[in-house]
């Protein structure tokens, strides 16, 4: 990966557009009745949605404006063009909407930086929890709640015997069944959205297979929040890097995120 600079300073404006777009999400979970209309791909969208993407999209415009932008409410952009891209910024306006029409919290806006491949730069904000995560690769990774800050590193972190698994809440795959049979006797918690990630950085998991189908804006910036946390996300069973923009479709294949103490043992 060739040189290239994401400053701290980068990342408090776009911790702060997170924000912002949480706000508007807001707004909407606080009304008594909210639409939800269907996409073509079958996965629900509500004006939330919309909201967080102008208020991320007119952000990103104005701070960045020579940084492309690809968003899950605006993804119609073509290949020929999206593999011309070194760097861009990858969003998910909200990640959970099955979540946040369930009114459980577990819903969060992200943003991750992309470059060369590598989400080398992620904020993920739960506006119900009011917990921000940020990281950028190489410096680290935080969490923001209740006005502090704490830093995240997983880097020397031992495996929990039992070890705590952290799945889906809406999606569950028979594949994760077969592989929770071979790491054995475990603890197993449930969440929605990038929250999974989050957990695995935080240390309350120790690792999140993802033997299931996600897009590339839904993994992003949580991936750069681990990461920068000293965790690692593979593609499964390749034990490859999970990167972006490297192919036509935005389909992830199956990954395992953890801590490198995890694959060091499984």
């Not at 701070?63 to 492309?68: D, L, R, S, V």
């Not at 506006?127 to 690769?137: D, E, H, N, R, T």
């Not at 997983?154 to 999606?171: A, C, D, L, Y």
Request: glycine content about 6%; charged content about 20%; some cysteine.
């Amino acid at each position: 990966m060739s040189n290239f600079t994401f400053s701290l300073a980068d990342l408090e404006r776009i911790i702060a557009l997170a924000k912002d777009a949480g706000n508007a999400i807001m707004q909407v979970y606080a009304t008594a009745d909210f639409g939800v209309e269907v996409k073509q791909d079958e996965s629900p969208v509500t004006a939330a949605d919309i909201a967080s993407h102008h208020v991320i999209v007119a952000g990103l415009s104005t701070h960045f404006a020579h940084i492309p932008v690809m968003s899950e409410e605006a993804a119609d952009i073509s290949w020929a063009e999206r593999q011309t891209w070194q760097t861009y910024w990858l969003i998910d306006p909200l990640d959970g909407t099955k979540e946040f029409i369930k009114r459980n919290g577990e819903f969060t806006v992200n943003i991750a930086l992309i470059h060369q491949g590598h989400a080398v730069a992620g904020v993920v904000y739960a506006p119900v929890l009011k917990k921000c995560y940020s990281g950028i690769l190489g410096h680290g990774a935080w969490l923001e709640q209740d006005g502090s800050i704490t830093p995240l590193d997983i880097s020397e972190r031992k495996i929990q015997r039992p070890p705590t698994v952290v799945g889906s809440r809406s999606h569950v795959s028979p594949d994760v069944a077969q592989y929770l049979e071979h790491v054995g006797e475990h603890n197993m918690l449930s969440v929605g959205s990038s929250l999974k990630f989050c957990m695995v950085a935080e240390g309350q998991a120790d690792v999140y297979p993802r033997l299931g189908l996600t897009s590339e804006w839904d993994t992003a910036a949580a991936q750069a929040v681990l990461e920068s946390a000293g965790g690692v996300v593979l593609v499964y069973p390749a034990m490859t890097p999970l990167n972006y923009n490297q192919k036509e479709t935005i389909l992830n294949p199956y990954f395992i995120a953890a801590s490198r103490a995890w694959f060091a043992k499984n």
